[in-house]
């Protein structure tokens, strides 16, 4: 494990997560009617864009490269420089994002990957997608003729996909052209393939490293092989009229990630049942719990979703904080390996409270969307959806701070380690 790649992606990483607490609570607080922060809607549309473009592509993608990082062993000099220079690139390409907002950028709220019109920010998507196929392609590299354990293996398949999604966004580009919702519906998808891949590396580190637990078999390498192979036919969508792709990415996502994740789902769920006792006091454990509870829950709401109203945010808020718990007890895991101290009365409460806002967060955002509250909007006409959105409002500050929380310790331990 090269230590310093990795104090540097995790770096990248948590700082990542800063830009996207800000602009949630910003977003979040213009959604409470109690609140209201901004008097202009327009404002609620940036932050909430930029959000999660922080929040589901840019931190994903960074702990993508920390995980490439720990699974990886024997760098050579080539690939080390792969790796520095893929960091630099998306470094400059994040703070290129960040800064888009200050131009009066119009935002596009559309699923999976959303947009602010300007050259800043799509130049600085660029940047971070070169930076992440330099590190992907490092990764690749390394594992050719080379045993891997579980969760190398699992990282193998999120490169190989990650590579898919970025040349999906290519063909896309030449298909649709500045269809915007077109251009990004379909590599958005696949994204979520190499993100659910991810998170599943990171809950087989935890329960081995964590739990003694390794579900390291046949069976399980041919079940992850699945994400793949989905992962590749997708972009076949694009021979299809363009009436009839989105439907069909839908359905790929429902029917062919969804069903393995059931099995990988209830793999680790069971391992965590089997348990004598699971010490919850410990962030890793509980981050793991976390997890796979939110990934279950905003699953099963997944079913209940429509596109018109407030059950779909309920889905995908569940199933993506999912993947960033699994990633937060990964972290704590890192520290650990690589003797940085960190604050552990802090660590110890962080998981739940962010765990706890997330559930806070679904709840209020299903109760809504049980009342046909639409979406992408800040106002509501009925008593029930206000509560409800109250209630969302509620759990985004007890999130927002074990969010902050997570930053805040890592972040310091991250700096002092460096110094």
Avoid at 192 to 202: C, G, I, R
Avoid at 296 to 302: D, F, L, S, V, Y
Avoid at 359 to 379: H, N
């Amino acid at each position: 494990m090269n230590s310093a790649h990795l104090h540097r992606w995790l770096l990248f990483s948590v700082f990542s997560l800063v830009f996207a607490g800000v602009f949630a609570f910003f977003a979040a607080m213009a959604r409470t009617p109690a609140v209201r922060l901004f008097p202009v809607e327009e404002l609620f549309r940036v932050a909430l864009v930029v959000h999660v473009i922080f929040a589901v592509v840019i931190w994903f993608l960074g702990f993508k490269a920390v995980l490439w990082c720990y699974c990886a062993a024997g760098r050579g000099s080539a690939v080390s420089r792969l790796w520095s220079y893929g960091l630099y690139a998306a470094i400059a390409g994040m703070l290129m994002v960040a800064a888009s907002p200050l131009f009066s950028a119009r935002p596009l709220l559309i699923d999976y990957i959303p947009l602010l019109l300007h050259p800043l920010y799509f130049g600085g998507l660029i940047l971070i997608a070169l930076g992440m196929s330099a590190v992907a392609l490092a990764y690749i590299k390394h594992s050719t003729g080379v045993k891997l354990d579980l969760p190398s293996y699992t990282m193998l398949l999120a490169a190989f996909v990650l590579f898919v999604t970025f040349l999906s966004f290519f063909s896309s580009a030449f298909i649709n052209g500045t269809d915007y919702r077109a251009l990004v519906w379909g590599p958005g998808h696949i994204f979520q393939v190499a993100s659910t891949l991810a998170m599943a590396a990171a809950w087989f580190i935890l329960l081995r490293e964590t739990l003694g637990r390794d579900l390291d078999s046949p069976p399980v390498r041919r079940l992850l092989l699945l994400y793949l192979a989905v992962a590749m036919l997708m972009p076949g969508i694009y021979f299809f009229p363009r009436s009839e792709q989105f439907w069909l990415f839908t359905r790929a996502m429902m029917y062919g990630i969804a069903l393995p994740s059931v099995f990988v789902g209830l793999l680790v769920l069971r391992a965590l049942a089997e348990q004598p006792s699971l010490e919850l006091r410990n962030p890793e454990v509980a981050s793991l719990v976390y997890s796979s509870v939110l990934f279950g829950t905003g699953g099963a709401m997944g079913f209940f979703a429509t596109s018109a109203d407030l059950r779909v945010p309920a889905h995908y808020h569940g199933v993506l904080g999912a993947v960033t718990l699994a990633f937060m007890g990964a972290t704590y895991l890192l520290l650990r390996k690589l003797d940085i101290p960190y604050s552990r009365r802090a660590a110890m409460l962080q998981p739940h409270l962010y765990g706890a806002g997330l559930l806070l967060i679904i709840s209020g955002l299903f109760w809504a969307g049980m009342q046909s509250a639409p979406r992408k909007t800040v106002e509501y006409a009925d008593s029930a959806t206000r509560l409800a959105m109250n209630l969302m409002g509620l759990g985004s500050v007890v999130a927002v701070v074990g969010g902050a929380a997570f930053v805040g310790v890592v972040l310091l331990a991250l700096l002092r380690a460096g110094r």
